[in-house]
C-alpha cells in the first residue's frame, strides 16, 4: 500500500477510477456515490457547458463537475426548487432546471424560483425544458408552458391545441417544436398550426415519447415501447429489437453524434447506430455500470451516460491515449510502440519498475468494445527494459488499446492496424 500521506496527495490530482470499469474496459470511467461526490446515483440529466457538466439526479440535487472538482446544489445549501432534477437548459451562462416542485433560474450567485403559486407555470412539476432563443418551453404534468422571461403562455387540452397534458419531451428544430406526450403521441407546433401524430395517422410505433433528438430535418424519435422511430417530415423508418440492432424497445435517451445517433434504453444499455451497423454496449461486455440509461451528452469524443442506479459513466470512443493511470514517482510505466498505425507487425517497448523484485506484468490488446481480444505478456519479470513484436495476423484492419498492467499500474495507448 501507498504511505497515508501520498496516497492524500494522489488522490487530490487525480480523479478515482471504478476499477471494475476502467482495468478491464479502457476508455471508460466510473462516476457513482461510492468513489466520488456524486450526490445519487441515479442520473436524470447531463447538461455541458464548456469544460462543466451540470448533473440532474434523482433525490440528490443538481451537481456541477469540471473534470476534477465537484460542487453539489440541494435544497439543504441553495435555493434550488427540489432535490430532483429533470432537465438542465442553459441560456448564455444562466441555467434553467426543471425539477419536480418548479422551475429554478440560476446564474451562478443567485436563485430564483417559479412555482404554480407566484407565477403562470400551470404545474410544478416540470419534465423537459428547451429554449428558443430567449424563451423557454416547459414540458409539465398539465400542458406545455411558454415563458419570455416576463409573459407565461399554456397550452393544453383545454386550450385547444395540445392533445395531452403529460408532456415529456421538447425538441426545436429551427421555429418548430416538437412535442412527446404521455398517451397522445408526437405534436407539431409552428407557433401558429398544430399537426399530431399518433399510432392510428402515422407510423409512429408507440403513443410515450420519452426522448428525441434532431439532425438536420430528421426526427428520431424514443417510444417506451415500440422502439426508436426516424422521421424526415414525409417518410417514417421504425427500428425495433425484431428488425434491427436495438437492444431494447424502450428509449430513454437520445444524442447525436457526428452521423452516429447514440441510444439510451431501459433495461438494454446504451446502443450506438451509424445508419448501417449497431455496436451495443452494456454491463456484460463494457464499463457501464447499468443498463438503464435515463440521459446522455456528447462532449467531443466523449459520451457523458447517465444511469439508474448506477451513476455517471463516461466513455472515451477514442479510449485513452498516451496515459498513465498511476503515473506516480518510483511506480512510472513506460510504454511505447514503434510503426503505429502499422500493417503486418510492430514492436512493442516497455520498461517495469516493481516495488519488489519480481512484478506480474500484463500486456494486452482490447478492440473498441472493451473486449480483450489479445494477451502478449503475462508474467512475473524483474524490474527492467523489454520489447515485443505484436503481429497483426489473427487481428482485423481498425483501431485497438494496448494495456500495460503491473501490480495495478496501468499505462494505455492507441494502436491502429491498417491493410
Known amino acids: 500500500m501507498y504511505h497515508i500521506r501520498n496516497w492524500i496527495l494522489f488522490s487530490l490530482f487525480l480523479p478515482v477510477i471504478s476499477s471494475n470499469s476502467f482495468a478491464q474496459y479502457p476508455g471508460w470511467t466510473v462516476y457513482d456515490t461510492s468513489n466520488s461526490d456524486l450526490p ?39 435555493n434550488l426548487s427540489s432535490n430532483t432534477v429533470g432537465e438542465i437548459a442553459i441560456e448564455d451562462s444562466i441555467k434553467w432546471i426543471a425539477t419536480e416542485w418548479g422551475l429554478t ?17 400551470p404545474n410544478d412539476h416540470i419534465n423537459s425544458i428547451a429554449i428558443e432563443n430567449t424563451v423557454k418551453w416547459m414540458g409539465t404534468f398539465d400542458g406545455l408552458a411558454k415563458f419570455d422571461g416576463t409573459n407565461w403562455n399554456v397550452y393544453n387540452p383545454g386550450n385547444p391545441g395540445l392533445s395531452d397534458n403529460t408532456i415529456w419531451s421538447i425538441a426545436i428544430d429551427d421555429s418548430t417544436k416538437w412535442i412527446g406526450t404521455n398517451g397522445s403521441g408526437l405534436a407539431k ?20 415519447i420519452h426522448a428525441m433528438a434532431m439532425e438536420g430535418i430528421t426526427k428520431w424519435i424514443g417510444t417506451v415501447s415500440g422502439g426508436l422511430a426516424k422521421f ?56 457501464l455500470p447499468h ?19 448506477g451513476g455517471l459513466a463516461l466513455y472515451n470512443t477514442t479510449g485513452v491515449e498516451e496515459q498513465s493511470n498511476l503515473d506516480f514517482g518510483f511506480r512510472n510505466l513506460d510504454l511505447k510502440i514503434g510503426e503505429n498505425p502499422f ?36 508474467e512475473l519479470k524483474p524490474a527492467g527494459s523489454y520489447s ?10 481498425g483501431i485497438y488499446f494496448l494495456t500495460l498492467n503491473t501490480n495495478g499500474t496501468k499505462a494505455t495507448k492507441k494502436l491502429i492496424l491498417i491493410r
Do not use: M
Not at 189 to 208: A, H, K, Q, V
Not at 348 to 370: A, K, Q, R, W
Not at 388 to 397: E, I
Open 189 to 208: 407546433f409552428d407557433g401558429n398550426n398544430w399537426t399530431f401524430y399518433d399510432t392510428s395517422n402515422s407510423e409512429l410505433p408507440d403513443n410515450w
Open 232 to 287: 424526415d417530415g414525409t417518410n417514417w423508418t421504425v427500428f425495433k429489437t425484431s428488425n434491427s440492432g436495438l437492444p431494447h424497445n424502450d428509449v430513454r435517451a437520445l444524442a447525436i453524434e457526428g452521423s452516429n445517433i447514440w441510444i439510451g434504453t431501459n433495461g438494454g444499455g446504451l446502443a450506438k447506430f451509424d445508419g448501417t451497423n449497431w455496436t451495443v454496449y452494456d454491463t456484460s461486455n463494457s464499463g
Open 388 to 397: 515485443t513484436t505484436l503481429s497483426a495476423n489473427d487481428l482485423k484492419t
Open 40 to 78: 445519487n446515483n441515479t442520473v436524470y440529466s447531463i447538461t455541458i457547458e464548456g469544460k462543466i457538466k451540470w448533473i440532474g439526479t434523482y433525490h440528490g440535487g443538481l451537481a456541477k463537475f469540471d473534470g476534477t472538482n465537484w460542487t453539489v446544489y440541494n435544497t439543504n445549501n441553495s
Open 105 to 121: 433560474k440560476f446564474d451562478g450567485t443567485n436563485w430564483n424560483v417559479y412555482k404554480e403559486s407566484n407565477s403562470g407555470l
Open 291 to 309: 443498463n438503464d440509461v435515463r440521459a446522455l451528452a456528447i462532449e467531443g469524443n466523449n459520451i457523458w451516460i447517465g444511469t439508474d442506479g
Open 343 to 378: 500493417s503486418q507487425s510492430t514492436v512493442i517497448t516497455y520498461s517495469v519498475h516493481p516495488n519488489n523484485y519480481y512484478t506480474n506484468t500484463l500486456l494486452t490488446i482490447y478492440d473498441l468494445s472493451g473486449r480483450c481480444v489479445k494477451t502478449l505478456i503475462n
